[in-house]
C-alpha cells in the first residue's frame, strides 16, 4: 500500500473549506496512515469544558458522540491537555501518569471506544482550539510514535491554514449577509483598536489602503480627527449594532461580532469588533443601479455585477463568498426579473442598463 506523503493530505486539504465531507475524507486517510480505527476535530472550549463538541469526525457513532458531549466532554483530561499545549503531538499512553492536576480518572476519558490516542490542537483564540484525535485499541510503539509524529509534524502547517480557510469562509459569508455587499477586507479589533485578528489574506489589502495605518498589533487611521470619529462610531455600534462610517476613498462597516448570527466561537473573540473595508469604486454604482431602477435585490444586484465581470459562477461564489448555488439562485432570478431566457442575453442586457 502506497503511504500518502504531505503533498497528498496538502490536496485533500486545500479543497476542505467549507466542506465536511472533505474534512471527513482528510481525517479518515489521515487515521489510516497512522493505523488508527477512528478520529475527529473536536472545537474544545477551555473555559467551559462541558461546551466541547465534534466539528467532524471519522468512524465515531452519533450514540457515541451523543454521549460524549452530554457527559464524558469536561472529563476528558486528554483532550485537555493537548488544547493547553498547541502544535504539539501528544500521546495519550505517556501522559497517564502525568500529574494534570484536575485529572480525577486513572485513565483519560476517550472520545470513541478505543484506549490509546495520538493528538495534537490548534490554538484559535484565548479560549477555543481545534483539536485533532486519532484513536485505537492498542499501544504505540516507540517505532509507531516517531513515525506518526513525523506525520503529524509535516502536514501541521497544512491542517493550519485549511483552519485559517474555514474561519475566512465563516466570518466572511456572515459580514456578506450582513452587510449585503462585497468587502474589500476585515479586521477584527477591540474597543481600542489593537488587533485581535487579521487574516493574512487581507494584511496587505488593509495596510495599502488610503487613509489607514497597521502594525503587528494596532490598527488606526492616518488622520487625528478620522481616528477620533471612528473610536467614537465604535462606541455608538456596540450600543446600537452596525454602523457604515463614510470616509474620501473609503467605506468602513462596523459590526459588533455579537451582531453575526451562527458563530459558534472559535472563529473570533466574542467581544471584539469587526472593521470591514469597502473601496469606493465604480462598481457600487452598478450594484445601485440595479437595485434602484430595475426592482433587484441588494444580493442579486451584487451577483449581476460580478456576472458583468465573469460570468463563471463559481468565480462569481468565490468573489462574494458565497455558494454557487446561492449565486445561481440569484442570478435565475435576475433573468427572471430581466425577461430573458439564457445568460448570454442577459449579459447583453446587463450591459446596455448599467452603460446608460
Known sequence: MRHLTSTDFDSILSKAHGNPTIWEL???????????????????????????????????????????????????????????????????????????????????????????RLGLSISCNERFSLNLLLNRGNAFTEQNKQRYQQI??????QLEEAIHAEQRRILSSQIIHQIGRPFDGYIVVDNALQIAHLDPVYHSVIAGLDGVNITESHFEMVWPE?????????????QTGVIECQYSALNIMIIPVTALENLMGWECRDDGIILTFIRKKENNSVVDKLTRFHNLSLCEATCASQFLITPSIAEIASSIHRSEETVRNHIKRTMHKFDVHNQATLMKKLLAVTSI
Not at 462541558?50 to 468512524?59: G, I, K, S, V
Not at 451523543?66 to 493547553?84: G, P, Q, V, W
Not at 503529524?152 to 502547517?157: D, M
Open 152 to 157: 503529524l509534524y509535516s502536514i501541521l502547517s
Open 226 to 238: 478620522t481616528q477620533q470619529r471612528l473610536l467614537s462610531e465604535i462606541e455608538n455600534a456596540c
Open 26 to 116: 482528510f481525517i479518515s486517510k489521515l487515521a489510516k496512515e497512522v493505523c488508527c480505527d477512528s478520529g475527529c476535530i473536536l472545537l474544545t472550549d477551555l473555559a467551559e469544558r462541558d461546551n466541547t463538541r465534534f466539528l467532524y469526525q471519522f468512524n465515531v457513532s452519533s450514540e457515541h458522540k451523543m454521549r460524549y458531549e452530554r457527559l464524558f466532554n469536561s472529563r476528558d483530561t486528554f483532550n485537555y491537555f493537548i488544547a493547553k499545549h498547541p502544535y504539539t503531538v501528544f500521546f495519550s499512553q505517556d501522559l497517564d501518569n502525568t500529574p494534570l492536576g484536575d485529572k480525577t480518572d486513572s485513565d483519560f476519558i476517550t472520545t470513541c471506544d478505543y484506549q490509546f
